[in-house]
Nanobody, 116 residues
Framework: QVQLVESGGGLVQPGGSLRLSCTAS????????MSWYRQAPGKERELVAG????????NYADSVKGRFTISRDNAKNTVYLQMNSLKAEDTAVYYC?????????WGQGTQVTVSS
């Protein structure tokens, strides 16, 4: 059974930090490119950051460049999103996504709320 389980979300003040984790099971994690998406209320889901199968390349949305860092540990079947200097506009449900060719999987999402 394929599972992507996100954790690490929560409430944080503006300027604060959070680290999201997504642990995969049920498929060969190292064969999949991994990404984080987010969806704010009333908005479409958007790509936040992506990382290639062995972590050699990463890409980021312009809105998070310099503040967020995506990484992965293939030995632990886990992808991370370190989020620093958080802003109110980062408030959203964050989703983990795995893709290999035409096959993709989604996690259930974790809520991140940035508020004072």
């Amino acid at each position: 059974q394929v599972q992507l389980v996100e954790s690490g979300g929560g409430l944080v003040q503006p300027g604060g930090s959070l680290r999201l984790s997504c642990t995969a099971s049920g498929f060969t994690f190292s064969n999949y490119a991994m990404s984080w998406y987010r969806q704010a209320p009333g908005k479409e889901r958007e790509l936040v950051a992506g990382i290639t199968r062995v972590g050699g390349r990463t890409n980021y949305a312009d809105s998070v460049k310099g503040r967020f860092t995506i990484s992965r540990d293939n030995a632990k079947n886990t992808v991370y999103l370190q989020m620093n200097s958080l802003k109110a506009e980062d408030t959203a449900v964050y989703y983990c996504h795995a893709r290999s060719g035409s096959i993709d999987y989604w996690g259930q999402g974790t809520q991140v709320t940035v508020s004072s």
